[in-house]
């Protein structure tokens, strides 16, 4: 569809359209560097496959002076086409694609049809610029493509970030100036061949906003992933937020794995080996730079300053054996699709010689905890328990040699026992 500026437009549009003018003067200076701007149509045809429209319009302004003879502009961004009329036949066109960073890419063309390529990667929210000209003459046409909706109720400050391998997570502000009912939605494109996604888990505000969301199973490929966040609300239309991301950029890489320090007495050196940290995507060892960290445990502000590594092993000079060291490990990419920032620490590992007091306050609780077992034990037994039925007493073997000693003082003791016997007699 397309719109000419008009007397009863909205004074947005007319200043969204002047600013977005004033950097036109790229064009006109092509000594000036240009921009690497792969990447516009390819993100208008993911528009395309998107089942939720974009909120725009395309305008279009007449040159200075006399009547442009190109009209009916038109942009079929399924076919990535750019098409116009002509009351005059020219020879020549030269028709020019511009985001609003100053991004460009100009065709030649000797019919009024331009086709765009499809590896661009332009975000739209911005604006796009269409310029057909007719070289060697003061003939053109520009035409701008316009997010509609309200002035700043398209989200803010919207960011992603890969963690533990296979999670990423994306967050988001709402607009500074967006309705107090806006709810907004997250699409997104892993690469123009697969089918655009919309968020399954959002993180929600304490007004049940969408203000981010939680992705699984997440793989980094070598294309950049289209994110587009779209707006609703009862009042007014919300402009759309769109970004083109490389996902490995955004990853926090995992601490190296299997640390490991081996020192001898015999050596002035401790050699470091560890493996890489583990990706969805890369598995070369030289794709990764490691920092290395060693403390002495005894003066813990005391850190070995060591240079900066490509390999997964390390020979630590100058090792003293009567200190005990701190060591941690982590990484970052190098000269591969790997994120540049510096990664997760490995978990802090020791060695070198244990101390004196290393001993005792780990062999005093070993000894404390016996006692104490020990005492338990014994007032559980006295509680509970009779020493005679634990330990009944022996009988003693009888003396043979006492034994009619034995029988007679049992006798006398029995007629002593005995009791007299009274008989009275009664007459008659």
């Not at 607009?175 to 997104?188: C, N, S």
């Not at 699984?216 to 950049?224: M, P």
């Not at 960290?293 to 009567?322: A, C, G, H, M, T």
């Not at 049992?410 to 007459?427: A, D, F, P, S």
Request: hydrophobic fraction near 35%; charged fraction near 25%.
């Amino acid at each position: 569809m397309l719109k000419r500026p008009c007397c009863c437009e909205s004074k947005s549009n007319k200043i969204n359209e002047e600013s977005f003018f004033k950097r036109r003067f790229h064009y006109l200076f092509p000594e000036k560097e240009m921009f690497d701007t792969l990447g516009l149509t390819s993100m208008i045809w993911w528009y395309m496959m998107l089942l939720h429209p974009l909120h725009a319009d395309i305008q279009c302004t007449e040159s200075e002076g006399e009547e442009s003879p190109i009209t009916n502009v038109n942009f079929d961004r399924r076919k990535m086409e750019l098409s116009w009329e002509s009351s005059r036949n020219f020879s020549e066109y030269i028709c020019t694609i511009m985001d609003g960073d100053m991004a460009y890419i100009d065709i030649e063309v000797d019919s009024p049809l331009c086709s765009f390529p499809v590896e661009l990667h332009m975000p739209l929210h911005k604006g796009v610029l269409f310029i057909i000209k007719v070289p060697n003459t003061n003939i053109s046409e520009e035409c701008t493509f316009l997010p509609e909706g309200m002035n700043g109720s398209a989200i803010e400050n919207f960011s992603c970030v890969i963690y533990n391998i296979f999670l990423m997570n994306c967050t988001w502000l709402q607009g500074r100036d967006a309705p107090a009912d806006t709810q907004y939605f997250l699409y997104w494109q892993k690469s123009g061949d697969e089918e655009e996604m919309e968020c399954e888990l959002y993180i929600k505000d304490e007004n049940h906003r969408n203000m981010g969301c939680i992705f699984q199973n997440v793989s980094i490929g070598i294309e950049k992933a289209y994110f587009l966040v779209n707006g609703s609300s009862n009042d007014s239309l919300i402009q759309f937020y769109d970004e083109y991301i490389d996902l490995y950029k955004t990853e926090i890489l995992t601490a190296p794995l299997n640390v490991t320090a081996h020192c001898t007495r015999d050596s002035t050196d401790c050699i470091i080996t560890w493996h890489p940290p583990l990706t969805s995507h890369v598995e070369k060892a030289k794709c990764f730079q490691y920092e290395i960290s060693i403390q002495n445990k005894d003066e813990p502000k005391e850190e070995k300053k060591l240079p900066r590594v490509w390999n997964d092993r390390y020979e630590f000079q100058n090792y003293d054996e009567k200190k005990r060291y701190t060591l941690k490990i982590r990484a970052r990419g190098k000269n591969c699709l790997v994120s540049s920032n510096w990664g997760e620490w490995s978990e802090p590992i020791e060695f070198g010689q244990v101390k004196d007091y290393f001993n005792f306050v780990i062999l005093f609780p070993i000894a404390l905890g016996t006692i104490s077992i020990t005492l338990l034990l014994y007032c559980l037994f006295k509680r509970y328990c009779s020493f005679k039925n634990i330990f009944p007493p022996i009988p003693q073997p009888k003396d043979k040699l006492n034994t009619d000693e034995d029988i007679q003082i049992e006798y006398v003791n029995l007629l002593g026992k005995c009791h007299t016997e009274e008989i009275t007699r009664i007459e008659e």
